[in-house]
């Protein structure tokens, strides 16, 4: 039996149809079922819901609150969400497709943790005064923005949403927050454990919707003072562009990776690489924006690894996200298993060797689900290895020393986490051979002082 989700906007602490009557279906990519009919908000209601925020800011019944009262507040809040962490998970995993396990396990206890820290935050962090002639007086003081909005992706919805809207308001922001049109529901769950938990009403307003008609109208607000968005670098160039467009507001984006996972002939246990090099990239379906998705083998241990990492993968086959047991779920909807399935043909197009995986699985289900799939004899040039596929699809890249490495893993647009294996700390930063001695670790200072140096090290 389905649940019964309730998919309306929450504006100024009450439940809302959008103001057009408009709805999407919220599919879940479990099986296919029809979750709830969503409130299809777009500028009229995103007006209202800025409107309520900014009146809820400048009478002051969140921002003016004893910082001790805000605090107890935002810890109710995180309490509340780990009162009600089953409920949240199931409607995470119903909605989006990942394992019940780290649904529960992951998604609602680092968002509740994320709330708490900034709730306990709120009283810990003090203004300053600036050191000046005894004439004078100067104060740093931190003050709240005004009416924060907030755009978010469908990976971590949850966490996405707390990351963002937890700060905002320790600090006494009003927020609106629009959530994925792929993934709306715990975000309009959240706002009402906000208010439960004593979060004044249209401090925190939720317009569930999509992009250009719901993120946009908030990004180029006139009355908004700061976006925040997490999502894809295409979509996040537009939002700087839309923050300059209309009151400069102040942008923060968070975007898009294709990290590297480096592992160097002498890594001093390859097991635990190839665990974790393969747990990583198909932990969340690989949808995880840090994803490990290329993996630079030194070319002596290359089949040795490729082989343990397709042992493993059979491990991570999906199945039945609600199982406790499973450890790889759904892909979000169908949109992004077709995007995932045109990576692997263009992988297998463009002269990569297919080790595992590649194929849609589960199909009876109705759900969205990927085969866990490992690519050997990826280069640096295919479009598998250049693009974020937000898939389990693992690119297999090769190298001769660290030079070589260095210069593949560049070849990114992408800078947002990277890892190395390897026995020798002065190969893992990047240190080479000093040009004088070639010894390692003389040679990020000066020549002449590098005995110094090896000290120091
Ligand atoms: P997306 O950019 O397509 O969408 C993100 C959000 O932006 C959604 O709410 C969407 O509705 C909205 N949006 C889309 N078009 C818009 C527009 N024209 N104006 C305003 N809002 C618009 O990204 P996605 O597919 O939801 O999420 C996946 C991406 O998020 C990946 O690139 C991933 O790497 C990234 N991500 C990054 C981090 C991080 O911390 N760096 C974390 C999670 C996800």
Known sequence: ??????????????????QDGETFDCISPVDGRLLTAVARCKQRDVDAAVVSARAAFEDRRWSGLAPAQRKRILIKFADQLLANGDELALMETLDMGKPIKYARAVDVNSAANCIRWYGEAVDKIYDEIAPTASTALALIQREPMGVVGVIVP????MIMAAWKIAPALAAGNSVVLKPSEKSPLTALRLAELALEA????????????????AGSPL????????????????????????????????????LGGKSPNIVFADCPDLDKAVEAAVGSIFFNQGESCNAPSRLFVEASIREQFLEKAVALAPGFAPANPLDSDTVMGAIVDKTQMDTVLRY???????GASLLYGGEQALVDTGGCYVQPTIFAGVTSDMTIAREEIFGPVLSVLSFSDVADVVRQANQSIYGLQAAVWTRDINQAHGRRPCPA?????????????????????
């Open 1 to 18: 039996m389905n649940p019964q989700y309730d998919g309306r906007a929450l504006i100024d602490g009450k439940r809302l149809t959008a």
């Open 154 to 157: 469908w990976n971590y919805p």
């Open 198 to 213: 004593g979060i004044p009403p249209g401090v925190f307003n939720v317009v569930p919707g999509f992009g250009p008609e």
């Open 219 to 254: 990004a180029l607000h006139m009355d908004v003072d700061c976006i925040a968005f997490t999502g894809s670098t295409r979509v996040g160039k537009q939002i700087h562009v839309m923050a300059g467009q209309s009151n400069l507001k102040r942008a923060w984006t968070e």
């Open 344 to 350: 692997v043909e263009s992988g297998k197009r463009e």
């Open 437 to 457: 001695c070639g010894h390692r670790a003389c040679q990020p200072i000066r020549r002449r002082r590098h005995h110094r140096a090896v000290w120091r090290l």
